[in-house]
C-alpha cells in the first residue's frame, strides 16, 4: 500500500463530502499535523479558507460564521493544546444550538501515552457539550474506506445541521508522511460513481398536528388575558417567524413580549401588539402581582430580561405553553404545562387557522399604555453626558436598514433590551448568549460581519480586552467593521450587583479597573481609532466608519458611578409612574 495514496485520497473524500453536504466555509489554525487535511480544503475549488492563527479566536470566528449562514462550518486544528483552546467557542456552539464540525488532528495510536510530544488525550476531551464524537479510522485508499470516510462527512454535517443544532467532533489520527498528492488522478472522484453525495441526510422539522393545535386554539379562546414572550430565534428564521406570531397575537388580543434578540422589534411588519419596554415596567412587585396572566406561550431562547423572568416564575397560576422547534428543553423557570416540539412558524400558522378574530382586549390596551408610558420616561430622562444606554438610542437612528448589531454580553445586552424600541426599520441583532460569556465576542462579531454590509460592534471594554486576538481577522481578512468600544474602566455591571456594596475588596475583586490606552491595540491591527466624548463627535464617527472600509473602532469613555446612578435614576421614574398606573386601575376596577 501506498502511505501518501491512503492518506490523499482517504482526507480529499472525506472533504469533499462535506462540501457536497452543503459547507461552503472552513476556519484552519496552522499546524504540522493537520498538514494533509488543510492542504486538501485548501485546494478544493467550492470551499472557502479563512486561515486564524488563534485557535480559540478561529473557533469564535466560525461561530459567527454559522449564526448568521445557518450552514455547517468547520474548524481544523493540529494535536495537543490546540484543541483545548476550541473548547469556550464549543460550549457556546452547543448551548446557542450552531452547527460546528470541529476536526482535530492527533497523533496515531502508537504514540499515544508514551510520551511523544504534542500527544494528549484527545478522544471524547469536549465531553457533552458535543451532540457526536467519532476518532475516525487511520487512511486507508480502498473503495470500502473510502466511502467510510464520505459517510462520517455526511453524518457529521447532518448531525450537526439536525434539531437541536450543534458541533460535532471529529478526531483524525494521521501518520507521517503528512503530505498529500494534489496532483493526483481523480482526487475528488475517486470510486464515485456518480457526482452526487454518497450519503444524503434530510434534516427535517418538528410539525404540529391538526389534533394538537385544535387542543391548543380551544385552551386559547378560553383565555383572553394572556401574553406571548419571544426570545432569541435564529436569523433565518426572523422574518417568517414575527409575520406569523404577530398574526396570532393579533388574532388572540394577546402582546408579544418580545426579546431585541427575536428578530420581532424591528421590521416592516405590524407592531400593535408588540410590547418592549418590560425590562423597566416589570421591576415594581405591585405590577407582576396586579398583572397575573392567565396563559404564557413562549418561543425561542429564555430572554434577557431578569424581570421578566420573575413575571413568568411568579405566574404560577397561568397555563405555560413552550414552543421549540428543536425539540430541546427551555424551562429554566420550570413553570411550563406542555412542552411543544414544534416548528415555531408552523405552530403559529396552524393553531392561528383555527381561532377566530378578537376585536378588542382591556388587557392589551393596559399594556400599551404602561409600554408607552415607559419609554416616554427613558427617553426624557437621557442626559447630555455619555450615559452607556443612549449608544444604542443613537445607533438605531444612525443605521442604515439591514443593519447588524452586535453586543457583547454584561451591560451592552442588557442596555439593548432596555433601549432598542419598535422601529419600521429592520435591524438585525446579534449575541452570544448560549453560555452568556465575554470570551470571543470581537471574534464571534467578526465572523458574522462577513454576512452583512454594515454591522457594529458594541462591547464592554473588559470584553474587547478578553478578545484583541480576534482583531487579527479584521485585518489578514479585510474586514469592514465597526466597533463601539464602552470604556468604563472596569466591570460596569458589577455595579449593579450585591457584591458592589462591600466597598472594601470591590475594585480589586470585580471592578477591576485596568487602565488601558486602547488606541496602541487597533493601530497594531492597522485599524482606525476615534475617541468620542461627546455625541456629536459620536454621530459623526459613525457616519464616516460606515462609509470606510476596513477596521474601526470608536471608543466611549463613561463614567462607571455616573452610569450606575443615570440608570437607577430612569429605573426609579418608571417604577413610579407604574405605581401609579397601578393605582388608577385598582380605583377603576
Not at 77 to 93: F, K, L, M, R
Not at 401 to 418: C, E, H, K, W, Y
Not at 552 to 561: H, S
Not at 563 to 579: D, F, G, P, T
Request: glycine share 6%; charged share 20%; with cysteine.
Amino acid at each position: 500500500m501506498n502511505a501518501t495514496n491512503d492518506m490523499t485520497y482517504f482526507l480529499a473524500a472525506f472533504v469533499d463530502e462535506l462540501v457536497k453536504s452543503g459547507m461552503e466555509n472552513v476556519v484552519i489554525s496552522p499546524g504540522s499535523r493537520s498538514t494533509p487535511i488543510a492542504l486538501l480544503m485548501a485546494e478544493h475549488p467550492e470551499l472557502n479558507v479563512t486561515v486564524l492563527i488563534d485557535e480559540r479566536s478561529a473557533a469564535f470566528f466560525a461561530l459567527g460564521l454559522a449564526k448568521t449562514s445557518n450552514k455547517p462550518v468547520a474548524i481544523l486544528c493540529t494535536s495537543g493544546t490546540a484543541a483545548t483552546n476550541y473548547y469556550p467557542a464549543i460550549v457556546e456552539a452547543y448551548q446557542s444550538r450552531l452547527p460546528l464540525i470541529v476536526l482535530t488532528a492527533d497523533r496515531p495510536h502508537e504514540l499515544r501515552d508514551v510520551g511523544a510530544p504534542q500527544a494528549i488525550d484527545q478522544l471524547k476531551i469536549y465531553g457533552d457539550y458535543v451532540k457526536w464524537f467519532v476518532e475516525m479510522s487511520l487512511p486507508q485508499d480502498t473503495k470500502a474506506m473510502v466511502r467510510y470516510a464520505r459517510t462520517m462527512a455526511a453524518r457529521a454535517a447532518g448531525t450537526a445541521l439536525s434539531a437541536p443544532g450543534g458541533p460535532v467532533h471529529l478526531n483524525f489520527p494521521l501518520r507521517e508522511p503528512l503530505i498529500p498528492d494534489l496532483d493526483a488522478t481523480d482526487l475528488w472522484t475517486k470510486y464515485m460513481e456518480s457526482t452526487k453525495s454518497v450519503l444524503e441526510v434530510n434534516v427535517g422539522a418538528y410539525s404540529i398536528s391538526e389534533e394538537r393545535a385544535s387542543y391548543f386554539a380551544k385552551l386559547l379562546k378560553e383565555r383572553k388575558k394572556g401574553i406571548i414572550v419571544c426570545g432569541e430565534m435564529p436569523q433565518h428564521k426572523n422574518s417568517a417567524f414575527a409575520k406569523e406570531v404577530i398574526n396570532l397575537s393579533e388574532l388572540l388580543q394577546y402582546p408579544i413580549f418580545a426579546d431585541p434578540l427575536s428578530g420581532v422589534r424591528t421590521g416592516p411588519h405590524s407592531k400593535d401588539t408588540i410590547i418592549e419596554g418590560y425590562d423597566a415596567f416589570l421591576r415594581p412587585d405591585v405590577v407582576k402581582e396586579k398583572l397575573q396572566p392567565e396563559v404564557i406561550i413562549r418561543f425561542g431562547a429564555m430572554p434577557v430580561s431578569k424581570f421578566l423572568m420573575q413575571y413568568i416564575s411568579r405566574a404560577g397560576s397561568a397555563l405555560h405553553i413552550v414552543v421549540d422547534g428543536d425539540g430541546g428543553w427551555r424551562d429554566p423557570t420550570l413553570q411550563a404545562n406542555y412542552m411543544v416540539h414544534a416548528e415555531e412558524v408552523a405552530f403559529c400558522e396552524t393553531v392561528g387557522k383555527l381561532l377566530e378574530q378578537r376585536t378588542t382586549s382591556d388587557w392589551l390596551d393596559t399594556l400599551k399604555s404602561l409600554n408607552d408610558k415607559t419609554k416616554a420616561v427613558l427617553s426624557t430622562e437621557q442626559a447630555e453626558s455619555m450615559f452607556e444606554g443612549r449608544i444604542i438610542t443613537e445607533l438605531q437612528a444612525l443605521l442604515p436598514a439591514q443593519s447588524a448589531i452586535f453586543v457583547g454580553n454584561s451591560m451592552p445586552i442588557r442596555d439593548l433590551d432596555t433601549f432598542l424600541h419598535n422601529d419600521d426599520k429592520k435591524l438585525n441583532v446579534l449575541a452570544n448568549r448560549g453560555a452568556n460569556g465575554i470570551d470571543g465576542v470581537v471574534s464571534t462579531a467578526l465572523g458574522a460581519s462577513t454576512f452583512y454590509e454594515n454591522l457594529v460592534l458594541v462591547i464592554g471594554d473588559l470584553s474587547f480586552y478578553h478578545d484583541m486576538n480576534g482583531l487579527l481577522a479584521a485585518k489578514m481578512q479585510k474586514l469592514n467593521v465597526t466597533i463601539v468600544l464602552v470604556n468604563n474602566n472596569g466591570g460596569g455591571i458589577f455595579s449593579f450587583l450585591p457584591q458592589s456594596k462591600v466597598e472594601k475588596h470591590f475594585e480589586a475583586l470585580f471592578g477591576t479597573p485596568t487602565h488601558m490606552d486602547y488606541e496602541h491595540a487597533v493601530k497594531l491591527y492597522e485599524g482606525k481609532y476615534t475617541l468620542a466624548d461627546n455625541w456629536p463627535e459620536f454621530r459623526d464617527a459613525i457616519v464616516e466608519s460606515l462609509n470606510q472600509d476596513g477596521l474601526n473602532v470608536i471608543e466611549v469613555p463613561t463614567n462607571r458611578d455616573e452610569n450606575e446612578a443615570l440608570h437607577r435614576k430612569l429605573w426609579k421614574n418608571v417604577s413610579q409612574e407604574m405605581i401609579l398606573s397601578m393605582e388608577q386601575i385598582s380605583n377603576e376596577n
